[in-house]
């Protein structure tokens, strides 16, 4: 979808900004920036530490490996994928199939362009700030090892049928932004 | 997708939290939890100021709205949908109908369950808040009135036929969670 960036809004300028909050997990950033009508402008933004990848997993039977986990964001436990936050990661493929072992014990039986594909990013919420999600499929998983979780990762561990996960995402059962936009991704694609 | 509670991993239980920093749009606050196994830990939550909503919109001739707007948090112009903040809206398909209305002077000839359907909701991230968005389509979009937008609001308005807009979510040309989701769950319905 191509479109002509003369048509498009301008950017804004950033004439200051300054740091209300930091620590270990996010910044809160106040930028006083100038408007396209040459209005100023008070705007927030929040820095997180580091982008987040995920995987949706098949095992050979076509099942998928979803997670439910207590999650104190929303004050749930909610059907999610396994994953993390990519801490300084070059390769986000590596850093997401390290996440998937280390919480679920899985990985695909081959790493290869066929066992193991991009399906997309998403960003949290592109009004206030840079927070994204990469997520990638993966097919032929196999247990391999025990888990190894971080301190504060409760996981258990459900295999889906398609048929159900397409269901659970269509019907509000599902509302994780990264679940549904596999799910969408997988659909899209042909390739669930 | 049901499951037993007594296979979830239980939710932790908050001792303590303070608010870190707060503004007009969201607040930092920082919780002491106890986790499953006793130990202490600091968790730190992001509280947004309303939900939001949103409207995927098609005219008579099956063409969807988009928006191009640049938005602050990423610093770059986003393909998004219509939508805003419900204030207090207890209504929320009528906050989306305004919010459509605003921002692009379009509305649905007929507005009843048949012309405006609930798609469902995403949270920007469950890690870190409950900040969600619902989502809905409305059919029968016509031109009803000028636009009204926000002092920060610059916005290019398209329509795009639902095979491109299916293959700019599929190709990554849209990172929105809020569109890739809506197109989601419009395929998953057989709705588009």
Redesign the interface.
Known sequence: ?T?NPA??????ATRATHT??R?R??A?E??E?E??TG?A?E????LSAAAGVAVIGFNAAGHVLLE?????????????LPGGLADGDADLRAAGLRELREETGHAPAQVNDETVRYL?????????????SHVYAAWGLERVSDTRRD??E???L?W?TPA???????A??????VV??A???L???GWM
């Open positions: 979808m479109t048509n498009d809004p301008p950017a804004w209300a909050f620590n997990w996010l809160v106040i930028d920036v408007l396209p209005a402008y705007y927030t933004r929040l439910r986990e207590y999650r104190h964001g929303v004050g749930q436990v909610v059907w999610q997309g990013s998403v960003w949290d919420n592109p009004g206030f700030g840079t927070a994204i301190p504060g409760f996981v258990a459900h889906v159900r996960l397409k269901e659970a995402v269509r509000g059962v599902i509302r994780d932004r549904v936009a799910v969408g991704w659909v899209l694609n």
